[in-house]
């Protein structure tokens, strides 16, 4: 049986203090999961709505149950979020329900825009979505159960050479290949024990250390199902344009890749695509976008990550649009 969706939200506070001063307007929660963030950002400011997206149907269900109390401010949505340009514009022309909060007659714009990437902890603790190595499901991991390829059909269908880079690209280096040869020969795979077993077995033993070498197999396998990276990019190149003026973009990622690109645009969005040296005036005419409000990356703190670990590898980056 299924658990109650119940997650708690990374960096609630620092996000909800990132999104206190932009104009009146609409917060696009492209991540909504169990609304922990939304239902702060709800309580803190009562001139914002909140248009929540999110590929799972168990999350939106309880997304609603807590946000039901904030009524019209409050439009739900089941889909990817890197569908949001069209879920904006036929939001704002009337043609799909948007965000209406008391006092405003026009539809309001889009003045801020969270993504919290990765799983959540229901995600995870449920067995049967197959997203976790430490209990035996169905190998599964798809965000959205309703469509798309199970990770064990993904298995069935990519070659040696692409699982082999899958499995490179997210940290699993030195037995990338030894292990995506392994987990070939032993298809068909549909439990997400019979996963962790081949990977026992094609790691050497003394190179195994309890969950290091499957946790980055089953992230590997995750991404790839549902297309993180390019739904990520996809996200990023749309969102600066629906932003208004002095709108903020919060991306939370979890690991190095995700972070790497958000960081890569938000200073190129800065930058504006100015070609001078740095250490000089800019003289070439470039525009900038805005500015990255997080020098560094915002991470947890020690209370954070030892009431909720999940939030160890969590950072989070901020951009504002120009006004």
């Not at 469509?147 to 699993?172: C, H, K, W, Y």
Request: with cysteine; proline share 4%; charged share 25%.
């Amino acid at each position: 049986m299924a658990q109650e969706f119940k997650h708690q939200p990374v960096l609630r506070d620092e996000v909800t203090e990132l999104f206190t001063p932009v104009p009146t307007g609409v917060i696009v929660d492209a991540t909504l999961g169990g609304a922990g963030h939304s239902e702060a950002l709800l309580e803190a400011r009562s001139d914002i709505g909140i248009l929540g997206l999110d590929r799972d149907e168990t999350a939106l269900r309880a997304a609603g149950r807590r946000l039901g109390v904030f009524g019209s401010r409050v439009v739900m949505q089941h889909a990817r979020f890197s569908a949001i340009s069209g879920i904006v514009e036929q939001g704002r022309q009337g043609v799909t329900p948007w965000p209406h909060v008391s006092g405003t007659d026009e539809p309001l714009g889009v003045a801020g825009i969270l993504a919290d990437l990765g799983v959540s902890s229901p995600q995870i603790d449920s067995a049967e979505r197959g997203f976790s190595f430490s209990q035996d499901g169905p190998f599964d991991m798809r965000m959205d159960e309703s469509q798309g390829m199970t990770a064990s059909a993904f298995l069935d269908q990519v070659t040696l050479d692409e699982l082999t880079a899958i499995l490179r690209e997210n940290g699993e280096g030195r037995f990338a290949r030894r292990i995506a040869k392994a987990l070939l020969e032993a298809r068909p795979v549909s439990t997400t024990q019979e996963v962790v077993d081949v990977v026992d077995r094609a790691v050497p033993k003394a190179n195994r250390r309890r969950g290091h070498v499957a946790s980055r197999v089953f992230q590997a396998f995750r991404i790839s199902v549902n297309s993180e990276m390019s739904e990520l990019s996809t996200l990023l190149e749309a969102a600066v344009g629906l932003l208004i003026p002095e709108g903020r973009l919060v991306v939370i990622s979890y690991h190095s890749g995700e972070d790497a690109m958000v960081k890569h645009l938000f200073r190129s969005w800065q930058a504006g695509g100015c070609t001078c040296p740095s250490h000089l005036p800019c003289v070439c005419g470039a525009v900038s976008l805005g500015t990255v409000l997080t020098k560094r990356a915002v991470v947890a703190s020690d209370d954070e990550i030892a009431a909720n670990p999940r939030a160890r590898s969590a950072r989070l980056r901020c951009f504002e649009v120009a006004s």
